[in-house]
């Protein structure tokens, strides 16, 4: 971590809260994920297949998504996913433009909020969501490796 | 000659008077009955020559029918044969009749059993009121009535009695020994009954154990597959739990391997794209890439870089500075510059995520197949163990199998007992039963019966008895009476003033004082006038009152005081009957006893004669 960059706490609305608990209850392959690492896949899903905004972003956010801030180490990768997302959305592929860490971070909380919703209707509201989820996976992971 | 009379034969001593009585008897009887005479034995005297025979022929009439009596005797035949004919009106003689109507002829005459009454030797007296000899009077008396029959009959009784009683004690040690025979084969019986009872509930308990110990095999079978399978059981579940553990394994690398790589394969070609940019800028100075301080520090301590190894200079150490400054300055940016680091491995990632997912999947697959297959099994191992019931297995079969086999042992040593009990009591039973019917057989009636016959025999001779005993109280009180009324009759003077006879018809005489004497005590006249009185009253008793009489030498050892008794007497028994008298004709000059008196002799005969007409026989050889 360089000095003079604090990363903010990621946050998600309450309901995406309650749609994550679902989904880390549900049985399927992503029970008991990290919810961070939840955020981070429903983020890559909405913007691999650049899902539409959602206002419903803007409802009231819950911060309890993690006690452990992005600022560790450990979160390092993570903090450049964050940014790559960023790099491949709201910064227009300019490097130039992505010097605000904390927007960063809303644009995150914003397309991981498409995300979510994406899967609860594909992987929670789906009888095959977790099977097709996962073929999805597989076939891209087989495409791009 | 008279169908009545007294006929007397005389002459001297050896003249042949005897041998003539001898030969009518011989020639009714076949044998010699009169002893005292020379070769009295012998029908033919030795001094005969061996041609000559002996023949005796008689004429005797029988009612109104004549026969010939002839019998003939040589050296080697003493005896002859009768041989009887009957005559006809004109004297002719006839053939020979049979033997049966010949010895008719002689009963009718007299029979041989009584002959001893009518033929009478001169010791007749002695020898008919004796009680010793043949010729006693009991037995004469026995003879002439049914007495002897029945005497006989008691006798042969006694003995049939003897036998059976003999039989009966015999019996009844039989009977003892059949009844104990009885008692064993009855018990034998009921010990084979109670043997085969044992011997059935032993093959019962033996069927009984050795099903125990069948099921109990059975159950050890099954326990020991029972053991098994729930090993392969328990092995199977081990196994599929082991491939369920893998398949987890799998499931959380496939799981771990998509949460940790799914946004990486979305965004793998956005972030491509950033890298690049990164990198560009980078290059542009607008994120210069950070050199690491200390290896700065380093570097320049050394004088050699510490990431490329060359010498650098002061120009180097210039440059590193600069860049220090600048990226410090650019302080917004700067942390993007790790992107590149960060990213530049992205590909390979993937790459190595793929060779992840995929090593699990399939690895997953081979499990899911090999766990299958434990499944399916398992499923057939559980089936069986369903089948089986556990719940009867013995704490301790092995324990259990023992006492049952032992058990068995016990019960299979008891039956063999038994049938050998058996076996013993079945071969006393038969060796009781053998025993039994052979005395039974050799009993040929049982106890009971033969007291039954022996009690008919004794009533029957007790019967006998006391019909012999009032039969012969009759007879002799006739005897009795009617022997003392000729006694009295011949003796009108006797001194006697009663007669009794005993039970051995011995006379007892009692005198008018009261004093007995026996027969011993009369004199030979006396004796022989009660002889004689005795066989008129017999005769009569008898039906042979005709039977003619033969008396040898009837005046022998009589006191010529009682001639004229003895002469009375048999001139009242010659009112119905031949009698033949011999006697002694003494010649002149022949020495007489003392006793004897011819004169006296012939002038009794002579009365005799006058009274008979009977006429004198002179026998000369």
């Known amino acids: 971590m360089k000095k003079g960059i604090t990363w903010p706490t990621i946050r998600a609305t309450q309901a995406d809260k309650g749609i994550m608990d679902a989904i880390k209850s549900h049985d399927g392959r992503l029970k008991l994920i990290d919810s961070k690492d939840l955020m981070m896949i429903a983020a890559a899903l909405a913007v691999e297949y650049n899902l539409p905004y959602d206002s419903r972003i803007q409802d009231k956010m819950s911060d309890t998504i993690s006690y452990a801030n992005l600022n560790t180490p450990a979160y390092e990768e993570y903090r450049h996913f964050i940014s790559a997302i960023y790099f491949m959305t709201k910064a227009e592929k300019k490097v130039e433009n992505m010097k605000d860490v904390s927007d960063m971070v809303k644009n995150f909380e914003d397309y991981a909020h498409r995300g979510i919703l994406y899967l609860k209707d594909k992987y929670l509201d789906e009888k095959e969501g977790d099977s097709e989820l996962f073929m999805n996976f597989v076939e891209l992971l087989s495409s791009r490796s | ?621």
Not at chain 2, 138 to 160: C, G, P, Q, W
Not at chain 2, 187 to 199: P, T, Y
Not at chain 2, 379 to 391: Q, V, Y
């Open chain 2, 1 to 621: 000659m008279k169908k009545t009379g007294v006929f007397f034969i005389y002459g001297d001593n050896g003249a042949g008077k005897t041998t003539l009585l001898n030969a009518i008897n011989w020639c009714l009887y076949g044998d010699i009955i009169f002893h005292g005479v020379e070769q009295a034995l012998e029908v033919k005297p030795n001094w005969a020559d061996e041609n000559d025979v002996t023949k005796v022929r008689l004429i005797i009439h029988d009612d109104d029918k004549k026969y010939q009596l002839s019998r003939v005797a040589s050296c080697y035949d003493n005896k002859g044969i009768l041989d009887a004919r009957e005559i006809d009106e004109k004297g002719n003689v006839g053939n020979s009749l049979s033997e049966i109507a010949s010895d008719a002829i002689v009963v009718r005459i007299l029979p041989m059993n009584i002959r001893n009454l009518f033929f009478l030797s001169e010791n007749f007296s002695n020898e008919i009121l004796g009680h010793k000899s043949t010729n006693s009077l009991k037995n004469n008396i026995y003879r002439v009535s049914e007495l002897e029959t029945i005497e006989n009959a008691i006798a042969h009784l006694a003995e049939t009695e003897s036998k059976l009683a003999a039989d009966h004690t015999k019996a009844l040690k039989d009977s003892d020994k059949i009844e104990k025979l009885t008692e064993t084969i009855d018990r034998a019986r009921v010990m084979i009954k109670e043997n085969e009872a044992a011997v059935e509930k032993a093959k019962n308990k033996i069927a009984e154990h050795e099903d125990s110990l069948t099921k109990l095999r059975n159950i050890l079978d099954n326990s020991q597959h029972t053991r098994e399978l729930q090993k392969q059981r328990d092995d199977y579940e081990a196994a599929i739990s082991t491939t369920d553990n893998e398949l987890a394994s799998c499931e959380a690398d496939i799981t771990e391997c998509m949460q940790k790589n799914y946004q990486k394969v979305l965004l793998i070609d956005g972030i491509e794209e950033y890298w690049n940019a990164l990198k560009a800028a980078n290059d542009a100075g607008i994120i210069p890439a950070p050199i690491n301080p200390k290896i700065i520090e380093q570097s320049k301590k050394i004088g050699i870089c510490a990431c490329c190894g060359e010498k650098i200079g002061e120009n180097q150490i210039a440059f590193m500075n600069e860049r220090q400054r600048q990226y410090e300055e650019i302080d917004k940016l700067k942390f993007l510059a790790d992107g590149i680091h960060e990213f530049s491995n992205m590909r390979a990632d993937i790459n190595d995520a793929w060779c992840i997912l995929r090593d699990a999947m399939d690895k997953q697959e081979r499990q899911a197949q090999i766990r299958a297959g434990f499944v399916e099994q398992l499923e057939l191992i559980r089936e069986k163990l369903d089948d089986i019931d556990e719940a009867n297995l013995p704490n301790n079969p092995e324990e259990r199998r023992r006492e049952i086999k032992a058990k068995i042992e016990k019960w299979e040593s008891r039956r063999r007992e038994y049938a050998q009990n058996i076996v013993d009591w079945t071969d006393a039973e038969n060796k009781a039963f053998a025993e039994r019917k052979r005395l039974m057989n050799s009993a040929g009636s049982d106890a009971q019966e033969l007291e039954k016959e022996l009690d008919k025999i004794k009533h029957l001779r007790d019967l006998l008895i006391t019909l012999r005993d009032e039969a012969e109280q009759l007879i002799r009180n006739r005897i009795k009476d009617g022997v003392w009324e000729s006694f009295k009759k011949i003796l009108p003077d006797t001194q006697f003033a009663e007669i009794s006879i005993d039970d051995n018809y011995t006379f007892n005489f009692i005198d008018k004082n009261g004093y007995s004497s026996t027969v011993s005590k009369l004199c030979v006249g006396e004796a022989k006038t009660l002889a004689l009185s005795l066989i008129s009253t017999l005769s009569n008793d008898i039906g042979y009152s005709d039977a003619p009489l033969f008396i040898d030498n009837l005046f022998a050892g009589i006191a010529t005081s009682h001639f004229g008794d003895i002469t009375h007497c048999v001139e009242s028994l010659s009112d119905k009957k031949q009698i033949f008298i011999t006697y002694l004709f003494a010649r002149d000059g022949a020495k007489v006893s003392s006793n004897f008196n011819p004169a006296v002799i012939k002038q009794n005969i002579h009365a005799i004669k006058d009274k008979s007409g009977i006429c004198f026989v002179e026998e000369d050889r």
